[in-house]
């Protein structure tokens, strides 16, 4: 069970290349499984006991289940869509020595970049075409071998491998072709959007690395697979939100766009988008703005994004005393300085809730002399204040192009979350908290 929920995982991730990508077929996930979706421009005809969702830029969604009976609280977890690449600029075609056409790129996000060169890459994301309605929202996906970042011989640089510093306007830009294929960059776009060449405006387009995720390891423990930062926490979100409710509860997921740029965009963590949705709820259901208050109160917030295992090479990296290992299960992450949100209520909240569904913790603390990169919740809770854990699942070579993870781990994140969503959390006062499942 847990390799073929793995295999799943790895074939959407595949499917489903650029954030814009994956916003649309976690869209398509609840789509079938009876999800009405709700416009942000239209006024919302909210139905107890209905379930429903809503993108934003098409790249960030949210989508909630109504409990039939008046709501105590909203459940929620929170994940994102967009992992670090290169993005495509501009008027992208370079000629070079006469001879090789390139693609002019720029970072997004802070990535690992010697994976990147050698191994076939292609291309993904959006694009505005001008059509007789008027100005569309197109997704496009080569879906084939089509570009590469060649490295350098190490005849011609032997100190390559002494440490190296890579020049991103240097180092980084992609072979397209040789001179025959100069000027056909837009027009391969055109074609792939179904539209003429002068019909393109503007393009959001990234690029991927091709490899499909895999199983491997002595015992079949690992896999690998682009993505898995956050793809596998929001894909596991979204499963559990098909599975999981509460009669007293709103249960929510929201996978956000830009987190790995900092979230502060109108679909990234730090804009309105999840408490819009969570007004808009309120008033769909009838519900005052006191209500609404005190309903936010009593909820809770599950920031699931990806942690980092103990490096078998580096042992020297991790903490002395918190050291998570990929499958045995979820990690819950701290940091004394609110880079994670994680408190010991939270913490001790969900945990019950793993312990109940028969799922392993560790913890994630970052040694004392690292600082660590923050996630979701504490940017969320500018808009949202409400009781957050920050949790992940356990990986190697974080914003990799291909990236190693534990074959159990998604099942597991799955499994929890499931729970969480079954359980109303109900809070007596400021000191106790009843689980109710």
């Excluded at 999981?244 to 979230?263: A, K, L, R």
Aim: glycine share 8%; charged share 20%; net charge negative.
């Amino acid at each position: 069970m847990d390799e073929e929920i793995s295999r799943e995982m790895m074939k959407f991730i595949q499917d489903h290349p650029s954030c814009y990508h994956v916003a649309e077929g976690l869209a398509q996930m609840l789509e079938q499984n009876g999800f009405h979706r709700l416009y942000e421009n239209e006024r919302w005809d909210l139905k107890r006991g209905e379930k429903y969702y809503v993108l934003r830029n098409g790249s960030s969604l949210t989508g909630f289940r109504l409990p039939k009976k008046e709501p105590g609280n909203f459940q929620i977890v929170a994940s994102h869509s967009d992992s670090p690449s290169f993005k495509i600029k501009e008027n992208p075609e370079m000629k070079t020595a006469g001879h090789y056409i390139e693609l002019n790129t720029e970072k997004y996000g802070g990535m690992l970049c010697a994976p990147w060169f050698d191994r076939p890459l292609s291309i993904a994301g959006r694009v505005m075409v001008r059509t007789q309605e008027g100005i569309e929202n197109r997704l496009i996906n080569f879906d084939r071998d089509l570009i590469m970042l060649p490295n350098l011989a190490i005849h011609m640089d032997r100190s390559l491998n002494d440490g190296y510093s890579y020049n991103a306007q240097r180092d980084m830009i992609p072979l397209w072709g040789d001179e025959r294929s100069e000027g056909t960059f837009l027009e391969m776009v055109a074609a792939e959007a179904g539209v003429s060449k002068e019909n393109i405006i503007s393009t959001d387009l990234f690029l991927y690395n091709r490899m499909p995720g895999t199983i491997w390891g002595a015992g079949g423990e690992y896999i690998s697979s682009p993505h898995l930062d956050d793809v596998q926490c929001a894909y596991a979100s979204v499963q559990a939100l098909l599975m999981g409710s509460h009669e007293q509860s709103v249960s929510v997921c929201s996978v956000f766009d830009n987190e790995e740029v900092g979230s502060a965009t109108k679909q990234g963590a730090a804009s309105t988008f999840l408490r819009d949705t969570l007004e808009r709820i309120a008033a769909g259901l009838d519900l005052d703005a006191e209500k609404f208050h005190m309903m936010l109160a009593e909820s809770f917030l599950v920031s699931a994004d990806n942690a980092h295992a103990v490096h078998p090479n580096y042992l020297e990296k991790a903490d002395p005393t918190n050291r998570p290992y990929m499958n045995q299960g979820i990690v819950i992450k701290y940091n004394a300085n609110q880079k994670y949100t994680t408190d010991a209520v939270s913490a001790a909240v969900f945990q019950e809730i793993c312990q109940t569904a028969g799922v392993p913790v560790q913890r994630y603390v970052n040694r004392s002399d690292v600082p660590g990169g923050s996630t979701l919740g504490n940017i969320v809770s500018r808009q949202v204040s409400v009781n957050m854990v920050d949790i992940g699942l356990a990986q190697l070579a974080m914003h990799s192009p291909y990236e190693t993870a534990g074959v159990k781990d998604t099942a597991y994140l799955i499994q929890a979350l499931q729970k969480f969503y079954s359980t109303w959390i109900s809070r007596q006062g400021d000191d106790t908290y009843h689980l109710m499942y």
